[in-house]
């Protein structure tokens, strides 16, 4: 028995297979890997699943489809555990050298981001017929019978039920979390890139973990670019701008998010740089340290802005009960 490329301290999770590791068949040619007879749907293609992949798990209900790819609740047979594995055409995900190996960029990252609570983690990945990869990652939510676990689908839930978005400890909770988790990563280099309530996904105990690192970005110097929400400053073109206080903006936007379950900040008025003062639902405002607290984290000028994430968590709004 040989086991598949993962860190050591994920060994529990190892993928094994008797006949090849994943060294000899990830090579970049065509059919240069044992297929099997599991074929899954994505965008139209069927795309033929490797044996190491199909003999360790079963694939059941999709989670979410979308432009980079499909997400599937699946299940390791020997346990039973359940997980999550996401089928990302060749096309749209960019591939680096990894010890000597051809390796999506965002399983490079990962497995280069010492594991954190809040962070999902990559147990494995291969390739996939036709120029497809795969990745397994655990799986976190409230399971395949209520499949949408993001924090968009969260948020929509509660505004349905309540007719308003989170409490203040609710919200308290689910920033800790997200914000320790951008700590780790920017301690690391790493920033996610992409930050939004869909690549949030959340369980019924209120933990989080962020998901979703096509986008991600290991910079020496924070510049760059911060995904599907921007900052004001991404409007003044040609001019680099730094991912710390950039990546504060998304976080207020989140942030604002979770009381009012709705996204004010589009484009136009971003551009226009037309903000002004956060306002909130009269029936659902937080308190007036909280809405300092998201004012600030939302100034149109970076240099006004707190200037890292950890500075955020030592805001005395999270010292609260």
Not at 53 to 59: L, R
Not at 214 to 223: K, Q
Not at 260 to 287: D, Q, W
Not at 288 to 306: F, G, Q, S, T, Y
Request: net charge neutral; hydrophobic share 35%; proline share 6%.
């Amino acid at each position: 028995m040989t086991s598949l490329n993962v860190r050591p301290e994920d060994s529990e999770k190892t993928i094994v297979c008797d006949t090849i590791t994943l060294s000899e068949w990830v090579t970049g040619r065509s059919h240069s890997y044992p297929e099997s007879n599991q074929v899954v749907a994505h965008r139209g293609i069927n795309v033929t699943l490797p044996l190491q992949v199909s003999a360790e798990y079963t694939i059941q209900t999709k989670l979410a489809s979308g432009t980079f790819g499909s997400v599937f609740y699946g299940e390791k047979k020997s346990t039973s555990r359940p997980v999550a594995i996401k089928i990302v055409e060749a096309s749209m995900a960019k591939t680096v050298l990894y010890n000597g190996k051809k390796t999506p960029k965002e399983a490079a990252l990962l497995q280069k981001i010492p594991l954190h609570p809040n962070i999902i983690n990559l147990i494995d990945w291969a390739e996939a017929y036709p120029k497809h990869w795969v990745f397994i990652f655990e799986y976190h939510g409230y399971g395949q019978d209520k499949p949408k676990s993001t924090l968009r689908h969260y948020l929509r839930d509660i505004a349905r039920s309540r007719g308003q978005g989170l409490t203040e400890n609710e919200a308290r909770n689910i920033m800790r979390q997200l914000l320790a988790a951008c700590s780790h990563l920017e301690k690391h280099g790493v920033y996610h890139g992409d930050l939004k309530l869909g690549n949030v996904v959340i369980n019924p105990e209120g933990n989080i973990k962020l998901i979703d690192f096509g986008l991600a970005v290991e910079v020496e110097r924070g510049l760059g670019r911060t995904g599907s929400i921007f900052p004001p400053e991404m409007y003044d073109y040609c001019i680099p701008y730094e991912l710390s206080t950039a990546q504060i903006w998304v976080l207020g936007a989140v942030f604002y998010q979770l009381f009012e379950a709705t996204n004010p900040f589009h484009e136009e008025r971003i551009k226009s740089k037309a903000l002004g003062p956060v306002m909130f639902n009269r029936y659902n405002r937080p308190s007036n340290e909280c809405v300092e607290l998201i004012d600030w984290m939302l100034k149109v000028e970076p240099n006004h802005r707190p200037q890292s994430v950890n500075r955020v968590i030592s805001h005395g709004w999270f010292g609260c009960v």
